[in-house]
Structures are given as C-alpha cells and as structure tokens.
C-alpha cells in the first residue's frame, strides 16, 4: 500500500502529550472513580489450596455495620464462564460450586458502605474446608501432564543425525521460578448498574474483551455494556484477561442495586491477575568445531492451573532463533493447585530465551569460540522454518553495533580473567528474536471545520505512550501538527482494538490508523474530484500528498487547497472515515513476517568473598522496525531491562511446599529491581521500516525484557567460571 508522505513528526521524541494530565493529578485511573451511591466490595479468600467447603457461615458479617451482602456459591447465581479469546479461554466462574482450587481462590464477597466495613466484614466470614492433597510441584508424579497443547511443537530435520555429526553436544537442565506481575497501580473495578446496562471502569489492557466477556456471562446485549479504561496504573500483561474479581464486582453491584468498587490489595494481586509460570527446561545443542550450529533440542514443562487452559511455550523460540538445519522443540504442561498464570512482559520468551542464551554460551565456550562470533557464525539469514526472506532483521547490525559501543573486543575470553580491585568482571551477552504479533484492529478518523482532527479506537495506554505515538501518527497521515490532533482511547464504545499486549497493539492499531486517516482523505477527495473551483480537481489519493493542514499535489505544494476550505465551501462542519487493519500474511506476502529483534550486552561485577551481584552496565540494540517515538522507545526498553534486572536477580514468588500459601506476597518480601540495581544504559535502534505492513513497526514492549536474565548469567559465568542454571542468580549461589 502506498502511504502519504511522511513528515518530520514522525521518529521525534516530543514528550507525552497525556503528560500533563498525569503530572497535575487529573487523569482518571479506575481507581480514582467515584459514583453517586457507590459501595465498596471485599474479598474472602480460600486458605487451603485443594480440596472442598464443607460449610459457610456469614451471619456475623451480614450483622456487621454497614454490610448491604454476602455473596458465597451458595447464593451466587449460576454464571456461564466467559467466551473463549485471542488469548485463549477465559478463567473460570466465580463462586459457582463448593471446590477448591488453588490457595487465595475467592470463596465470597462481601458488600458494604465504605472499604474498612467490607474489610472487616469479610473477616468475620467463617468458612469450613475439607481439605485434599494439593499437588503443587511440578514433578508431582500424580499431576495431569498436558503434552504440546496447543500444538505448537516444531520439528525440523534430522535431530539424531544432526548431534551424529556434532564435535560438540552441551546440554543441561535450565530453571525460571514463577514471577508475578507487580504494576505500582493496584487492579481496581467499578461496576455500575442502570436497568439491564452496566457501565465498569477497570484496569484492563482490553476494554473490548472484558465487554464481550460481561455480556456473554451476564446475559445481556454487548451493547448494553460500557468498559471505560481511559488511564490504567501499569499492567505488564495482568490486565490481559477478565478476571474473576471484575464479574463478582459487577455481581455485587446488581445483588444491591448500588455502584461498586473493588480495590484489590497487595496480597490479592499475587493470586488474582495471573503470573508468569515457572519452568523446568532441558536443551540439547550440537556444533562442529568450525562453528556451525547442527542441531537444536529443547524440551520446556511449566505449570497450569486446574481448571484453565493459559498456555505458555517456553520452548517455541528456539526453533527460529538461529539458522540451523534439524531443530526439535516441545513443550508439556502440568496441572496443579496455582492460581491461574497468565501473561508476564515477554511471556514464554522470557524464561525460554534464558535457557537457549545460557546453552549458547556453554556451546561456544566448550569449541572454544568467542559467543558473540558463534551467534554472528549462525545468524538466521532467513526464517528459519519455511526459508522465506525475513520482512526485516537488523539483529546482526545490533550484534555488531552493539559489541562496539559496549567494548566487546576488550573481554578477556578465560572465565575469571578480569578483575577491577576486589570486584570479579564478567562481560555477557544474550541474542534475541521476538516473534511477530498482530490482531485485527480499528480506527475512525475525523476532521472538524476548525481544522483540528479527532482519531480514536478502543485501545488501551499502559504507560508505553499509545496515546502520544498515534497522536504524531495521525499528524503525520493528515499533515497537522500534533497539537490539532485529538487521539481517544480506552472506552469499549469506540472502534475495536485487541489487547495491549504481544508488543502488538502499535501496529495492530497504528495501522488501522493509517488506513482511517488515508481514507479520510479520500473522502476529502471525492469532493474535489468534480469540483471545477478546486485544484485538486481529478486527483486520487496516490496523485496527493498532505503538509500544513492542506492537500496538494505530490511534488507540487503550490497546487492544493487546505481542509477548511474544501469544508466550508461544501457547507460541511466535518468529515469521518473508518479504517482496519488486519495480520500479514506470510504467505501472501512471500516473505516471512518478522518480529522484533535485539542484542543485550551486560557487564557484572561479582565480589568473591560476599557473594554480591551487580549490574554495571548494558547495552541493548534493538531492531524495533520504524521508531515511531525514539524518546517513548527507549523509555520502553529501559523499562524492559529493569524488569530483566529483576527476573535475573530478584523476583521468586516463593510459594509454601506445603500449604500453597505464597509467603512472600507484599513489596516487603517480593524482591524487584530499585533505583539502586539499575546501572548505566546505553539503548540504540538498528534497521528501518519493517516491509510487511505500511506503518513499518514492529513493536518494543517486551523485548527489552528478553535476553537480559541469560546476558547478565553470561557474564557471571565469564567473571566467576561458574555456570548457573537457576534464576534468580541470588548471594547463595555465588558463594
């Protein structure tokens, strides 16, 4: 598709344009929400982790002041479980039988005037449990074993055959501990009824699927539902699926015929909005002595809970990672008594790439090659599955850019070589390919009889900048400056947007976007296309180009007439225009879609005596496609490398052997990276506009996180000799 001419707004880093708002207290988060009459809404929450509730009693706390209900599944009504997603089915119903599932599942909620009585009242809720054995390991040998799910297991080649033929095999058994999903907003509902319409502000990173998912569940027509996610406190895929606690919400609301908010506390976030899975990983890789990469194994088996279908496949970005003929990849899952997992910022990729990245290291040291000289040696020239051409892949310029700003060519190859004082330096690196997602989207475009332009869908902005990258997008398509572009977001009642979320959304919606602004002016076009008084007479949409709130011919300024006129002189007070986008097709474009791609280089220093780890420096390239924001990019993948600080070093959401309980649910005991922990970043993009759509982007949002947990265990082993398989890389470990 030919796209208009770009202008300079495009690439520049301006500053958030929602800013202000934030900045001054005024942009509206679910939580801040407050209606004539509102309730708050408390949780009770299960404190075994399998088995049954023999009884329960809520006397007490229906006697408590102020209580307006006690909701258990033995007054719930029955509730369909919501429809099955992009993402897969939905989790289950609240409150709909007697079964225990998982520690912290919700047994009740409880109704009250203000927040401290629905608190207190839900502590007098007295539940009786038979418990059963939880399994909660994920070698329990009595546990449900789901092999390849979803069926995504890749097989290519002659696996046996290509480690026949290997002077090298490494293989080993790689661990990541489950991580939750911890965005400094709490989650938060506010669920109002009017007659049979229900309007619910949430903290959701897809108005649209918690609108169907409303719908289908409560019986009613999707247009009698409203979601409304104008601002959302963070999200890093919590926000991805309806959860439980949004339907009880909106449950309470209509057993007492009054709005209610329920904010979800610090504990209730590590069990009711998902986490990113543990896994257990065993990888096999082989090379000859010259380099070559011949064969691929890796195996991945993360947990699921007992009745929910989240799929994670740790082992999938193996298959594609490097060019390599014969390549096997499998992954299992297995049922046990967890709350349901969920996405994490870079899910699957960030505990698979940990293991392959590790692995490749191993192999390279053990033929005695430098990494980063194995990794360019097998670079994927094309995908590597169907041997198409890639719509772009800059990785091997982010490989060598990278290795120069960071002073690759000064490590010192032999592990605990380099020393500064008493502090062991270990230098490391870690490859990455982020596979290629986009949904259908939509857009609608306006243009007013003052000039000013109106864009809008139903997406959401979780802090990426959405809200500020489609306002200098559309600028862009229309000609304007952003300051008379108008982007809207975050309502259920707008054009249709999939999730935030995959590291899609930009350009999922940034071409719906794209094609809402084309067609708008088109449909300025269609009036000029007959028009004697206008010079734009006859003119198409590929004879034009748009500068300065005006059309003009392609090549000629002079020749063209702006938006306000065409408007007054037909007596219109504006136009609109829809636009969608839709998912490149491989095949119908020859060429294999891409994904984002990136390098991460990482200097450590390691003190021998106490065992302390830090993180000196990283730099991290990154083939993002077209930048649409290179200042809102690099903040995405500074954020993103935060985050893989903490997955290398931190975060473990410890859950008790026994009882199931997580002991370490509260920011007190659940370790994430400070200010402290993060060193100096250095953050560069390579390549261009990806060939595959007309807007060129790629998307950033998770793969800043990959790629840093196996360049930082790299580096420890290239400071210390010592290989650890095993995340988080803690003090213990390095004694």
């Known amino acids: 598709m030919t796209t208009l001419e770009t202008r ?29 009459g509102m309730a708050h809404a408390a949780l009770v929450r299960s404190t075994i982790a399998a088995g049954r509730i023999r009884g329960i009693d809520a006397a007490e706390a229906e006697a408590a002041p102020g209580v307006l209900a006690v909701i258990t599944h033995l007054n719930a009504p029955r ?32 109704a009250a005037t203000t927040a401290e009585q629905a608190r207190h009242a839900a502590s007098l809720v007295r539940v009786d449990y038979e418990p059963a054995r939880a399994l909660l390991g994920i070698d ?27 002077d090298a095999v490494v293989e080993g058994t790689y661990t990541t501990p489950d991580n939750t ?46 979601v409304l996610a104008p601002f959302v406190g963070g999200g890093f895929g919590a926000g991805l699926r309806m959860w439980p606690h949004v339907v009880l919400t909106v449950l309470a609301a209509r057993r007492i015929g009054r709005p209610v908010k329920l904010v979800l506390t610090r504990p209730e976030m590590f069990t009711a909005v998902g ?40 082992s999938l970005g193996s298959a594609v990672s490097y060019a390599c003929p014969n390549a096997r990849t499998r992954d299992r899952q297995v049922r046990l008594n967890i709350p349901c997992p969920g996405s994490m910022r870079g899910p699957a990729e960030g505990q698979g790439n940990f293991a392959l ?106 802090g990426t900048g959405t809200y500020t990258v489609m306002t200098q997008l559309a600028a862009d398509l229309l000609g304007l400056a952003t300051a008379q572009v108008r982007f809207d977001l975050g309502s259920s009642d707008l054009p249709y947007s999939p999730q935030a979320g995959g590291s899609g959304l930009t350009g999922a919606l940034g071409n719906a976007v794209h094609a809402a602004c084309r067609g708008l002016v088109g449909e300025f076009l269609d009036l000029t296309a007959a028009d004697p008084g206008s010079p734009l007479r006859g003119a198409g949409i590929d ?29 219109l007070e504006g136009l609109s225009a829809d636009g969608r986008s839709t998912p490149p097709g491989s095949e119908d474009l020859g060429m294999a879609v891409a994904g984002a791609f990136g390098a991460k280089f990482v200097e450590v220093r390691v003190d021998p005596d106490l065992g302390l780890l830090r993180v000196a420096r990283v730099v991290s390239g990154i083939d993002g496609g077209r930048i649409l924001n290179a200042k809102l990019a690099t903040s995405q993948i500074v954020g993103g490398t935060v985050g893989g600080i903490g997955q290398a070093m931190f975060e473990d959401t410890a859950t008790d052997a026994e009882t199931g309980r997580i002991a370490n649910a509260t920011f007190g005991d ?55 398989r095993s995340l988080p890389i803690t003090i213990d470990r390095l004694l």
């Not at 380099?418 to 243009?447: E, H, K, N, T």
Request: proline share 8%; glycine share 10%.
């Open 181 to 226: 999903n911890n965005p400094l907003g709490l989650m938060s509902v506010v669920a109002a009824w009017d007659g049979d319409a229900l309007t619910v502000h949430e903290s959701t990173q897809w108005p649209h699927n918690v609108r169907t998912s409303l719908a289908a569940i409560f019986k009613i027509p999707e247009s009698r539902v409203r």
């Open 79 to 110: 509730l369909e479980r919501g429809p099955t997603t992009l993402l897969g089915p939905s989790p289950p119903a609240p409150l709909q039988d007697e079964r225990i599932l998982h520690y912290g599942q919700h047994v009740a909620v409880v």
């Open 670 to 724: 659940y370790l994430v990276a400070v200010n402290a922990d993060v060193p100096d970043m250095d953050v560069f993009f390579a390549g261009g506009p990806d060939r595959a759509t007309p807007i060129g982007t790629k998307g950033v949002g998770e793969i800043g996180l990959v790629g840093i947990a196996a360049a930082v265990a790299n580096a420890v082993h290239h400071a210390t000799g010592r290989r650890i």
């Open 8 to 36: 300079p707004v495009i690439g520049a880093g301006i500053d958030r344009v929602d800013a202000p708002l934030k900045v001054t207290g005024k942009a509206q988060y679910p939580n801040d929400v407050d209606r004539p």
């Open 275 to 314: 986490h990113r899975p543990s896994s257990v990983q065993h990888i096999r890789l082989g090379a000859t002595a010259a380099g070559d990469l011949v064969a691929v194994e890796h195996e991945g088996v993360s947990p699921v809970a007992m009745d929910d279908e989240d799929y994670e496949p740790v």
């Open 543 to 571: 004879d034009v180009a748009v500068s300065e709130g005006r059309i003009h011919l392609a090549g000629d300024p002079r020749r063209g007439e702006a938006y306000t006129d065409i408007l007054a002189r037909h007596g």
């Open 357 to 462: 990245e590790s692995a490749i290291d191993e192999l390279a040291h053990a033929i005695g090659m430098d990494p980063l000289e194995f990794r360019l040696r097998n670079f994927a020239e094309e995908h590597p599955p169907t041997g198409l051409p890639w719509s772009s892949n800059a990785l091997r310029e982010c490989y060598e850019r990278g290795a120069e700003r960071f002073g690759w060519s000064r490590r010192s190859p032999e592990p605990g070589s380099m020393r500064d004082g008493r502090w062991l330096v270990g230098y490391g690196l870690a490859g990455v390919a982020y596979p290629a997602y986009q949904a259908p989207c939509q857009a609608r475009a306006s243009l007013n009889r003052d000039g000013s332009a109106y864009v809008r869908s139903a997406a959401t902005d979780i």
């Open 140 to 166: 329990e040998p009595d546990a449900e074993v789901l092999v390849n799910p979803w069926n995504l297991d890749h097989e290519r080649g002659d696996v046996r055959a290509g480690f026949a033929a290997a």
